[in-house]
Each structure stands twice: as structure tokens, then as C-alpha cells.
Antibody
Framework: EVQLAESGGGLVQPEGSLRLSCAAS????????MTWVRQAPGKGLEWVAN????????YYLDSVKGRFTISRDNAKNSLYLQMNSLRAEDTAVYYC??????????????????WGQGTMVTVSS | AIQMTQSPSSLSASVGDRVNITCRAS??????LGWYQQKPGKAPKLLIY???SLQSGVPSRFSGSGSGSDFTLTIGSLQPEDFATYYC?????????FGQGTKVEL
């Protein structure tokens, strides 16, 4: 079964750090881009970052650039999000998702087709 | 960043109703748009990609249309399991951006 499972969330003080992990199973992890999406309590979805199959290309949301680092270990089928200098506004459920390229009518489209269950990050003193 | 604006923010409907949710992009995004469904406490689920292509396993009562900057998600005959929040997502440019969501309530 294709699955993603996040871990590493918790309560952290402002300016603190946290490292999230996402364990993949049931598919060839190294064949896919991967992404992080977050959702603040009672709010909508917000894309955070994604990383190319081999880790050589990375994109970030402007508000996390310089504070968050996305990485992956294909040998361990794992995705990571290192979060530093955390702020109250980073409080959210963090989801990892498989970032797949779907081919349709001559074009490729990025889709988030498999999601983990999410891990809660609370930034508070 | 490309802004995605959904309307309405919420709607009340009954089982069997036809429901339309619209999503407008702040600039043209070709048909690089997906629709996702999220139920409370659960991860989102992909419904539609490329504006109108149905994801495998998704019921055919869901359909998508549009290109450029205006898009629509239609639920042909609302079922009890369809009460949820729906989001559009553009994959035309970085940063990827979601609409603010449309809550479909009974």
C-alpha cells in the first residue's frame, strides 16, 4: 500500500527549532518530487516547499525561506523539514505529499496525489 | 505570487443538489489547476487535475472545467459523503497557491 507517515511535530517555543520527518512506503520514493503543505488551525491549505527527485532543485514559500530547509534521503525513503527560528504563525498541521507529474493531452501537470496524515506543530511560549 | 480566489466561501446544499464552486486566478494559468477535497481531521484528497481530468477512483459526479483564469468544480448530484471543504490549487508557477476553500454544508 502506498503510504506516507509524518512524525516529529510537537510544542516548541518561539525562535526554537523542530525537524519533521516523512516516511514513504509502497512506491519508489526516488522517482518522485515531494512536497510539504501546512494548515493553520481552522484555516486553509498553504504550500510550503518541494524538492526534486534527486534533491538538486528546491522551492520554498517566501515566508519560510532562510528558516526552513527541505531535504530527503532516498536510501531511507524519507523526506525532512528542518524548521528554525519558528514563529507563532508557523503553528499548523504539516502534511507531506507525493508531488507527481501526471501526463495529459501532451502536457505534464504537478499533482499532490498521496498525502500523509499530518503532524501538528505548535509554536508557543 | 498568483492569487487564487474561490467562491463562495461556503454553501448550504441538500443531497441530490447540483453544486458549482468557482476558482479565479489573478493571472492566466492555462489549465494548470487541481481540485482537492478535505474532510475534517483528514488529509486532502486529489479529485481533478489539469482543470478537467478526473483522478482515478473519483466518482464521475465530480467534474471540472475552465482554462486561463476561470475554473469550476461541479458536483453533479451531491451525496452525503461529499460534505467537505474543497480547494483549488494552481501548479502553473511557484509558489504553488491554494484557494481559500469552499465549505459545502448540509
Amino acid at each position: 500500500e502506498v503510504q506516507l507517515a509524518e512524525s516529529g511535530g510537537g510544542l516548541v517555543q518561539p525562535e526554537g527549532s523542530l525537524r519533521l520527518s516523512c516516511a514513504a512506503s509502497g512506491f519508489t520514493f526516488s522517482d518522485y518530487w515531494m512536497t510539504w503543505v501546512r494548515q493553520a488551525p481552522g484555516k486553509g491549505l498553504e504550500w510550503v516547499a518541494n524538492i526534486r527527485r534527486d534533491g538538486t532543485t528546491i522551492y520554498y514559500l517566501d515566508s519560510v525561506k532562510g528558516r526552513f530547509t527541505i531535504s530527503r534521503d532516498n536510501a531511507k525513503n524519507s523526506l525532512y523539514l528542518q524548521m528554525n527560528s519558528l514563529r507563532a504563525e508557523d503553528t499548523a498541521v504539516y502534511y507531506c505529499a507525493r508531488d507527481a507529474n501526471y501526463y495529459d493531452a501532451g502536457n505534464y501537470y504537478d499533482v499532490f496525489d498521496i498525502w500523509g496524515q499530518g503532524t501538528m506543530v505548535t509554536v508557543s511560549s | 505570487a498568483i492569487q487564487m480566489t474561490q467562491s463562495p466561501s461556503s454553501l448550504s446544499a441538500s443531497v441530490g443538489d447540483r453544486v458549482n464552486i468557482t476558482c479565479r486566478a489573478s493571472q492566466g494559468i492555462r489549465n494548470d489547476l487541481g481540485w482537492y477535497q478535505q474532510k475534517p481531521g483528514k488529509a486532502p484528497k486529489l479529485l481533478i487535475y489539469a482543470a478537467s481530468s478526473l483522478q482515478s477512483g473519483v466518482p464521475s459526479r465530480f467534474s471540472g472545467s475552465g482554462s486561463g483564469s476561470d475554473f469550476t468544480l461541479t458536483i453533479g448530484s451531491l451525496q452525503p459523503e461529499d460534505f467537505a471543504t474543497y480547494y483549488c490549487l494552481q501548479d502553473y508557477k511557484y509558489p504553488r497557491t491554494f484557494g481559500q476553500g469552499t465549505k459545502v454544508e448540509l
